[in-house]
């Protein structure tokens, strides 16, 4: 007898019945395991679909010609560790471009790789170069200017590592010149229509942005805003004299969209939300003739308001095709003729569709995550309840499928950030979870981004305060419902989630049954200590949003608000998972709170993968973390898991798992 059924054995009555109704057990790996193929991106001269595809078990780019099979696809990289993230084209349609870290240190590098070149000698693929090969510096993709498609721009932290000087980099040859140093706290580089450097932004000293011209006698400010403000500089309009605006400055709460003349520092309103509930999230622009083709929202659902009529009949056409998905524009060719078109939903992880707009023609390239069963998924809902002043939280519940909804273990999944949000759509946790039974809620508690300003910044100040009441109260919303059963409510989170996870254990213990968190910080003033040089442009919003380490009564608040210094009270069963190289939630502050527990002999199990940072890009690493997890929340919430797992996901388990009694903490100087 397996031990997922030895575990119904021991179930109440209730729950078994819960069990027989649900959809079979799907394996975690077709949760967290590798897809397939994912990513595909048409080369701008329509000829090629590049895409991320396994290669000897990690993710590597591989690239076909648009009209062969995918099985006609051959590897361009040949990663053997680090998975590729991401990619894209150089402008020509010449090289891949990618960046890879070391283990997750986050200090990327940029490489290159000809698709067309032979391979490498003892290798299926051709050999990808370094672009930007320095020890211990980050490298930040800045532009790719149309006139030169051989050069891209990119900021590299080599001088200070605090901020990053411009340099222009040559795609052919790797030579690399410095175009300007970065002295003065320059963030961010904006380039006009015909390449050249424009503006600039600058986070000034006291955490203001400030948009500035470059001009031949140096740096003019032509528009700013607060440190709690947005005010962003996208691109330039199609007249390359005014230049497209991202702001909620003043008395605005929504981000919109304003054209800014940098000659009189005048910025006029162009976008917003029509009705008043959202940022605007993104402008689509045409790299063709510099139009603004649309805007994206994200309310409950995602939506594009088009401005082009064109594409607000192809996207029409495309509805009526693709009926209840969310359609989004990937990549697209260079005359914007052919585009690579997503479609997805919350039991749909995605398809790929390769959309003529000529021909109005729509051809089925892959789905994501091919093996999954659809109809085995959840459906995700969204709601809202009051928080504990008042306060209404946007969130999104998922039910497990084929059940009453009455009564059910629930684990809340409060996302990372915590300047995010989450969004409707296939969440693979929520999903997962879903299907072994329980109700998963997804809170966009008050901190979150995308609900304007005043949502925003009512989270300042309340790490582990009304942030967290925003978590309890959705617990209590899903009781008061009938929902919840509310002897069986756990928290699984990563980054800030896990230290919403770590918190809501501290301060609420009565609330949860089990506790999960995956690179979560447990001290707010060694976290804001230790965050990384590179992020020294917002220091002064974290110390705002989070509190001032440079005073008393600044770390004091942090001290109350860090579940480290609330281990006393934690009763409930807790799951630690960490990466080593992490670079902004140091090891050290998963380790503090694993001796917390340890020495008062509380029972806590902890993970610390070493080839890993801020979260788990391998996969087996991933499993191996769910694998524990699933086991653990069975083992105090009553739901189901599954037992087996792949040797190698099985032996990684074993290789990450720390005993608690080998964990020391580093001695103060």
Not at 91 to 98: K, N, V
Request: glycine letters at 8%; charged letters at 25%; hydrophobic letters at 40%.
């Amino acid at each position: 007898m397996s031990r997922q059924w030895v575990l119904i054995g021991l179930c109440c009555a209730a729950t078994c019945r819960l069990w027989a109704e649900l959809p079979p057990l799907i394996d975690r790996e077709l949760f967290f395991g590798d897809p397939e193929i994912a990513g595909a991106q048409i080369a701008p001269d329509g000829a090629h679909i590049a895409f991320i595809k396994p290669l000897e078990g990690v993710r590597n780019v591989w690239v076909k010609k648009t009209e062969e099979p995918f099985s006609a696809a051959r590897p361009v990289t040949a990663e053997k560790k680090r998975p590729i993230g991401g990619y894209f084209w150089s402008r020509d349609s010449q090289y891949i471009l990618y960046v890879r870290d070391n283990d997750g240190d986050e200090n990327f590098n940029v490489y290159a790789v000809r698709p067309w070149d032979p391979p490498a000698v003892g290798s299926p693929a051709p050999a990808a170069r370094n672009l930007t090969d320095l020890k211990g510096v980050r490298a930040n993709i800045v532009a790719l200017p149309r006139s030169e498609p051989d050069i891209v721009y990119v900021g590299l932290n080599d001088r200070d590592k605090a901020w990053h000087d411009l340099y222009r980099l040559r795609i052919s040859t790797g030579e690399r010149t410095l175009v300007r140093a970065n002295t003065e706290r320059i963030t961010g580089w904006v380039f006009d229509n015909k390449d050249q450097l424009r503006l600039v932004s600058r986070s000034a000293e006291n955490g203001d942005h400030e948009i500035l011209a470059v001009t031949p006698e140096g740096l003019r400010k032509v528009y700013e805003c607060g440190v709690l403000e947005t005010c962003t500089a996208v691109r330039f309009h199609k007249d390359n004299r005014r230049v497209w605006l991202m702001t909620n400055k003043g008395e605005a709460n929504l981000i919109g969209l304003a054209l800014l003349d940098p000659g009189t520092g005048h910025a006029r309103l162009a976008e917003t939300d029509p009705g008043g509930r959202v940022d605007l999230a993104q402008p689509i622009f045409s790299e063709l003739t510099d139009e603004l083709l649309g805007v994206v929202f994200i309310d409950e659902k995602s939506r594009i308001d088009w401005r082009d009529k064109r594409y607000a009949a192809d996207w029409r056409w495309l509805q009526a095709k693709l009926p209840g998905k969310q359609i989004s524009p990937g990549s697209r060719t260079r005359d914007e003729l052919v585009w690579l078109i997503n479609a997805s939903a919350d039991t749909e992880p995605g398809e790929t569709y390769l959309f003529d707009r000529r021909k109005r023609r729509l051809v089925a390239q892959y789905r994501i995550r091919e093996r999954l069963r659809r109809d085995w998924l959840a459906r995700v809902e969204p709601i809202r309840y009051p928080s504990s002043d008042g306060l209404e939280i946007p969130a999104y519940l998922t039910l497990p499928p084929g059940v009453e909804p009455r009564k059910l273990p629930l684990v809340v999944v409060p996302h990372g950030g915590p300047w995010a949000r989450d969004v409707w759509g296939y969440h693979s946790v929520a999903q997962f979870l879903a299907n072994r039974g329980y109700a998963v809620l997804q809170p966009n508690f008050r901190g979150s981004t995308g609900y304007g300003k005043r949502f925003l910044d009512a989270g300042n100040g309340e790490w582990g305060r009304k942030m967290q009441d925003d978590l309890t109260w959705g617990v209590r919303y899903l009781v008061d419902k009938g929902i919840a059963d509310p002897k069986r409510v756990g928290i699984l989170g990563a980054s800030y989630g896990g230290y919403a996870a770590l918190a809501g254990v501290a301060f609420t213990p009565e609330v949860y049954a089990a506790a999960v968190s995956i690179v979560g910080p447990s001290n707010l003033i060694t976290l804001l200590e230790s965050i990384p040089p590179y992020w020294e442009a917002v220091r002064k919003m974290f110390y705002i949003r989070m509190g001032d380490l440079s005073t008393p009564e600044g770390r004091r608040k942090l001290m109350e608000q860090s579940p480290l210094h609330a281990a006393a009270r934690i009763r409930t069963p807790l799951l630690v998972a960490q990466g080593a190289n992490d670079p902004r939630v140091n090891k050290a502050e998963s380790d503090q709170i694993v001796v917390a527990l340890r020495d008062r002999n509380f029972p806590v199990t902890y993970l610390v993968a070493p080839d890993e940072g801020h979260g788990f890009a391998r996969p087996v690493n991933s499993m191996a973390v769910f694998f524990a997890a699933e086991e653990f929340l069975a083992r105090h919430l009553g739901g189901r898991y599954q037992q087996d797992a792949r040797p190698e996901v099985a032996a990684r388990l074993a290789a990450i798992r720390v005993d608690p009694k080998t964990v020391s903490l580093a001695s103060k100087n």
